[in-house]
């Protein structure tokens, strides 16, 4: 992986607005099956006090393991987001993760009885609507910020992922995707300034997707055995697969939420302009301990996550 060099912002920076921590009102569930394992899973969402931060809690171990959504818990897995303390792991978190942070819902425990969170639909719209049915509450707590305040590029020229000081309060995202070998998904690009009401029109309902050649590998390898097409897009020449696109652009919406999950694993948030090319958790998860390792030189306090 190269990193270019970074470059100071040549102008004053923006300066965010400090906005006060959020939790949920009350407990919501969801439930579902994990993609990847088959196996029947569910997920509490619980309320937590000022500057928890996320926690993953499985329940099911004896005596239960505590999983903080930290960069520093990340291990490295095949197309998805896993965290591990101990004897605990959670995997295919980004998910719940973008779904928190694009709320705002800072302080969660999240208690789980398997490892694997739920696929539901592909998307973060059934943990979207389950936390804003429990209710978000303010907490009298100032979130963490950091911010952006050199560009970063890490990668390659194949796929590569770049922050920039802001120009506007609050995150603001591009990403794009290629798929010459898949016409019908193609090259999309899509931009958009993160914020509750954006997130949850924008984003929450955007589905995974992988093509039909894809999707037979891993049934060969007994992997995915319960998802259908109904659960993922999966495309061939013709597009989506007994489905229907929800946006014509939703492949890059979806790569676009999971960058809100992994960007959540800072911990706090980011203020600042990022921009992708077919990056994926790796290095997504990579910029962040880049920015925070950055924030900690010029903020000897912050200590986000």
């Not at 591990?84 to 425990?109: F, K, T, Y």
């Not at 049934?219 to 229907?244: C, H, I, M, Y």
Request: charged share 25%.
């Amino acid at each position: 992986m190269k990193s270019r060099p970074r470059t100071a912002a040549s102008t004053p920076l923006v300066q965010p607005q400090p906005r006060f921590q959020h939790t949920i009102a009350r407990a919501a569930v969801v439930e579902g099956f994990g993609f990847w394992s088959s196996r029947d899973v569910r997920v509490e969402f619980r309320p937590a006090q000022p500057n928890t931060g996320v926690v993953f809690v499985r329940g099911d171990l004896n005596p239960a393991v505590r999983i903080p959504a930290a960069v520093e818990r990340r291990i490295e897995t095949p197309r998805r987001t896993a965290l591990v303390h101990g004897a605990g792991r959670v995997e295919m978190v980004e998910h719940i993760l973008a779904s928190l942070a694009g709320l705002q819902i800072d302080n969660c425990e999240v208690w789980v009885n398997e490892s694997e969170m739920p696929g539901c639909d592909g998307s973060s719209l059934a943990f979207v609507e389950a936390l804003e049915a429990a209710g978000i509450v303010r907490q009298q707590a100032i979130r963490a910020t950091l911010v952006v305040r050199e560009t970063v590029r890490l990668g390659n020229e194949e796929s590569w992922i770049l922050a920039n000081p802001p120009e506007q309060p609050g995150l603001a995202l591009q990403f794009r995707i290629e798929y010459p070998h898949c016409p019908s998904i193609g090259r999309q690009t899509y931009k958009l300034a993160i914020t509750p009401n954006s997130f949850r029109k924008q984003l929450a309902s955007c589905r995974t997707f992988l093509t039909r050649q894809e999707a037979e590998w891993l049934r060969s390898q007994k992997l995915a055995s319960r998802a259908t097409t109904k659960e993922a897009l999966v495309f061939d020449a013709d597009g989506p697969v007994d489905n229907e696109l929800r946006f014509d652009d939703e492949c890059v919406r979806h790569k676009m939420l999971d960058l809100v999950g992994d960007l959540a694993l800072a911990g706090c948030d980011i203020v600042g302009q990022v921009a992708a090319h077919c990056s994926g958790h790796r290095l997504n998860a990579e910029l962040v301990r880049v920015l925070l390792a950055e924030g900690e030189k010029l903020q000897p306090w912050l200590r986000c996550a």
